[in-house]
């Protein structure tokens, strides 16, 4: 792992780029060290420097916390090819157009999936080599696939957030089953890209003793911002 910048912002957080071979990351750390460490996966093409994505990782470390997220391939400015190019209008026409896409989300999920694990596993060793990170390791994001599959084979991860999950391949509908740490799952009731009666029926099929779901009016973009306040207590409860 190399740092290729670093900045001081408020509340004592440092905010530093890394590489670690191809992968490009970003890792904020809070004034005080060891911290816990939480994984802030993102999906869809966004860079780490979607701006909610960078506002929830500042306020997670602010809070104590040492957050790390990645562009896994074909995220951000990582290179895409030209079938992944394709199956991402395709599928974006078949949402927009009201038409199936579940075979077209397969096809092009599923890979992607498979493909980020080994690369978030790699980066989860080489961030527990840190002297500022001392675990133990949560999981907070959008991409609740990929949160699925890496609690099912990285048992290093002791709780996590997710978020929506109308649209998850079915392998990890059937892992999620398989899934048992304590679990936080947000779901915004007029996601107009995310079906409700799913996203439902994937909470509802977690092997979890302990899972919470919190639901809240408005579309995709409108979590308010008292469940990151929320989220980050049920870190403490678990992390701490």
């Known amino acids: 792992m190399r740092f290729t910048s670093e900045q001081r912002l408020g509340d004592g957080v440092l905010e530093r780029e890394f590489t670690l071979g191809e992968i490009p990351g970003t890792l904020w750390t809070p004034g005080a060290a060891p911290a816990p460490l939480v994984l802030m996966a993102h999906n869809n093409g966004l860079p780490k420097a979607e701006p909610r994505l960078v506002a929830r990782a500042r306020y997670t470390a602010a809070r104590g916390y040492a957050v790390a997220t990645i562009d896994a391939a ?31 989300f397969e096809s092009f999920i599923g890979p992607l999936v498979e493909n980020a694990v080994p690369e978030w596993q790699t980066t989860l060793d080489a961030l527990l080599e840190l002297p500022e990170i001392g675990g133990p390791v949560g999981y907070s994001g959008g991409w609740t696939a990929l949160g699925i ?64 779901l919190h639901a809240n009016l408005g579309g995709h973009t409108g979590t308010p911002w008292f469940e990151l306040e929320d989220g980050c207590r049920f870190l403490d409860r678990h992390l701490k």
């Open 149 to 212: 599959r890496l609690a099912v084979v990285e048992p290093r991860i002791a709780a996590a957030g997710f978020f929506a999950g109308g649209y998850v391949p079915r392998a990890q509908r059937e892992e999620a089953r398989q899934v048992t740490i304590p679990l936080l799952f947000l779901l915004q009731w007029d996601d107009e890209g995310n079906p409700r009666q799913r996203a439902l029926d994937l909470f509802d099929a977690f092997g979890s003793k302990e899972k919470t």
């Open 74 to 104: 074909g995220c951000g400015d990582r290179p895409r090819s030209a079938a992944d190019e394709q199956a991402r209008a395709d599928l974006r026409r078949a949402m927009q157009a009201g038409e199936p896409v579940d075979e077209i």
